[in-house]
């Protein structure tokens, strides 16, 4: 629901298809426009519904092909969904560091793990080795 449009999406689709539909035919059936461009020759009824049936498969390839360029998900947004899930995670090990240390803020877990020398294999500050972990960043720089 609240995540997208939902049935709103299906919707909006449904009617842009009928209104390619019918304005394709509108465009064939009752405009003088086709006439204009065939130096005044008047087609019969059976080609001009050919016409209007092959812009309408012309408009709507171009319509897929927008739809493959352009993302559903905007970058900035998913830099910004990313960036919070990343956040989330650094709270769940704080918080496990907290609990592990037996601690009530980072800065003492972090001093308790510093007094105790950094022993990841120390059973007094439980699981802390993503804090001696050497990330890739780490690595390159």
């Known amino acids: 629901g609240a995540q997208d449009i939902g049935t709103w999406m299906s919707v909006l689709s449904i009617m842009g298809t009928l209104s390619v539909i019918t304005n394709m035919l509108i465009l064939a059936f009752t405009s003088s426009t086709l006439d204009e461009y065939t130096e005044g020759t008047s087609y019969p009824i ?3 519904f050919i ?3 092959t812009l309408e498969h012309i408009i709507f390839l171009l319509k897929y092909v927008i739809e493959l ?9 998913r830099l910004t ?12 090990r704080k918080e496990e560091l907290m609990e592990n240390t037996g601690t009530k803020t980072l800065t003492e877990a972090l001093a308790s793990i510093a007094i105790s020398g950094g022993s990841n294999d120390d059973p007094s500050h439980g699981d802390v080795g ?12």
């Open 46 to 48: 059976f080609y001009k």
């Open 51 to 53: 016409i209007a049936v």
């Open 69 to 77: 360029i352009v993302p559903d998900i905007p970058r900035d947004v």
């Open 81 to 92: 969904e990313a960036r919070q899930q990343k956040l989330q995670e650094l709270e769940e």
């Open 130 to 141: 993503f804090l001696t972990e050497e990330t890739d960043s780490d690595r390159d720089a």
